[in-house]
């Protein structure tokens, strides 16, 4: 079996790993056994919550909230509303998005309670808001979490009464400024008897349910998700970039307190973020599955009469394309870089010099380059004068896919695309990284992991092409396969994230990627190399271009609309 078969295979299998690794679960219908989550269920809150927008002490707001207290007493849930006057930013954005003037509104934090058999013991908290934006149903953002929280009750409620007692939080005034979540953990007694709190969060419309953010020294904490969750998304990297973005959800609010903290949220189908076209028609069914499916889960361990999870020092974790959580302490990092180190050595003394390592080296760093001016460039070229709006770049994020991945692929096949490089050279093409991945665990050991592990593997992958048998050869494909998996995912997570502003964060995955390949590259003809790049180079501008000249999207909050 030749090279270039080995390689088509990292190419499909590492394409089929991406996109296991960012599609959710199918739903389950309202027939499901009683004790698991089932979307179908869910669906029928969502659309009694989501069928028209509730913008907090509106009418159809205390409409949502008397559905709300509903459900939660015929589940025997203890049941108390408590009300709070807005603050004056609050009701200054209320004044905004309702067009009413001069009013003082009282905001309603809904509780429910689930007793267990042991009172005395520190309670679970779930928490998700029952406000919208203004003119946005709200299907996802967040009728979304508080649907899943309630169906996450009655499933407990259907394998019988927890050890201890389960809290159901549903605050007012998220969207103003996390009011009901504040209100609740300053002023509320009953935070006294929280031990644990689990927050569901939307920013989209579908896409996988990820563990993004979790109290401080989350270690205990993770090793019970790990054990507990079947199928989980989430990483140390996400929690890591979340602390430094500017970012809030309710669970900002318990951060200082004696909590254990999880944050869940799915961002897929972005257009639809405050949109008022977020509908329940419009909802990810599967997006929903997967967040209930998750936090049940993780909630059922958590009410074990066994002590809730400490403190304990923060661990690097991610998901292996849903199969499970992988964690480790942060000091094995090195253990891995000390080993990448040494089996690169052994590669670069294989018949090289300084040059070749050099070449490398070169060629890595000018792929990196080259693919971030690239998508710079694309990117400003699908920009309107005015810089655009927001919203509307969110609804343009699948294009910004495509003209990201091309612009990428087109800097590959210019810079490292032409040479089928020896192992020396790949040795010297990893430098840049492995220093990279140096640094990151040095100063984010945390989410170093996402070059420092690649590195590992990619490193022994090289030494071992140097025998260019079959056994080698099938190493190099299964490595190559998981990394370039792992870094789609990777690059398709980033550019939800924060690809209609920073496009250019794509070219660590894209460089990742391109590394875990080498070892399999035969390399092309300059001459193709060049005309499949000019190709690759007109889809992006032109996919860019019709970013810039699409019409405002229908989608746009309507408090955004005029921007």
């Known amino acids: 079996m030749s090279r270039r078969l080995f390689l088509v295979a990292v190419l499909v299998l590492g394409t089929v790993l991406g996109i296991r690794a960012t599609t959710p679960p199918a739903p389950m219908g309202a027939d499901a056994p009683p004790q698991v989550f089932a979307a179908g269920r869910a669906m029928a809150d969502v659309r009694t919550i989501a069928a028209r927008p509730h913008l907090a002490a509106s009418p159809e707001n205390a409409a949502v909230r008397a559905h709300i207290a509903r459900r939660m007493a015929a589940m025997g849930m203890e049941v108390h509303e408590t ?3 807005a603050p004056p930013a609050s009701a200054a954005r209320l004044v905004w998005w309702s067009g009413k003037k001069d009013f003082a509104p009282t905001l309603t934090n809904v509780i429910g309670v689930l007793p267990g058999t042991d009172r005395s013991l520190p309670a679970v908290l779930l928490m998700a808001h029952h406000d919208t934006v203004g003119g946005s149903p709200g299907a996802a ?36 400024g996390l009011d009901g979540a504040h209100h609740f953990f300053t002023a509320d007694p009953l935070r006294a008897h929280v031990g644990a709190v689990i927050n569901v969060e939307a920013r989209g419309g579908g896409g996988r349910t990820t563990l993004f953010e979790t109290s401080a020294d ?8 790990a054990g507990a969750i079947q199928r989980p998304a989430g990483s140390s990297l996400a929690v890591y970039i979340y602390k430094v973005l500017p970012n809030d959800t309710d669970l900002t609010e318990a951060r200082d307190g004696p909590y254990t903290g999880y944050n ?14 977020a509908t329940p028609e419009a909802l990810d069914q599967g997006a929903l599955q997967d967040m209930g499916a998750q936090v049940l889960d993780l909630t059922r361990a958590l009410l074990r009469a066994e002590p809730l999870p400490g403190k304990a020092a923060d661990v690097v974790f991610f998901d292996v394309f849903g199969l499970g959580l992988l964690v480790y302490p942060v000091w094995v990092g090195w253990l891995m870089i000390a080993y990448a180190a040494v089996r690169l050595v052994q590669s670069a003394r294989h018949g090289s010099d300084v040059k070749t390592l050099a070449v490398g080296a070169g060629r890595m ?13 694309v990117n400003r070229i699908s920009l309107t004068p005015d810089q655009a709006n927001y919203y509307d770049r969110l609804a343009a994020i699948p294009r910004l896919e495509v003209m990201a991945l091309c612009g990428g692929l087109a800097a590959f096949l210019l810079t490292v695309g032409t040479r089928k490089p020896m192992p020396a050279e790949m040795a010297g093409a990893a430098l840049p990284l492995f220093v990279l991945g140096l640094v990151l665990q040095v100063f984010a050991p945390t989410a170093g992991y ?12 090289i030494a071992a092409v140097r025998k260019d048998d079959a056994k080698s050869r099938v190493g190099a494909m299964i490595s190559g396969a998981v990394i370039l998996g792992y870094m789609l995912s990777l690059g398709h997570q980033v550019m939800q994230g924060v690809g209609p502003g920073l496009p250019v964060a794509a070219v660590l ?28 180079l007109v889809i992006a501008i032109g996919t860019a271009l019709t970013v810039r000249l699409d019409p405002l999207a ?7 609309a005029d921007k």
């Open 83 to 85: 009300p709070f006057t």
């Open 141 to 176: 953002d967040d009728t979304a979490g508080v649907a899943a929280l309630l169906e996450t009750v009655r499933a407990l409620k259907a394998g019988g009464a927890p050890a201890r007692d389960l809290i159901v939080l549903i605050t007012d005034g998220e969207e103003l």
């Open 218 to 225: 989350n270690g205990a904490a993770i090793a019970r998700a």
């Open 264 to 277: 869940f949220a799915f961002i897929g189908r972005p257009w639809l973020y405050h949109s008022p076209k």
């Open 365 to 377: 760093l000018a792929l990196i380059v080259l693919a971030g001016l690239v998508l710079w460039a």
């Open 450 to 461: 996402i070059v420092v592990l690649p590195m590992m593997f990619t490193a022994e992958a």
């Open 509 to 536: 995955p894209l460089a990742m990627g391109s590394l875990a390949v080498l070892p399999l590259w035969e390399g092309l003809r300059p001459r193709t190399a060049r005309t499949a790049a000019a190709v690759l």
């Open 554 to 560: 229908d989608t746009v909050p309507v408090y955004s």
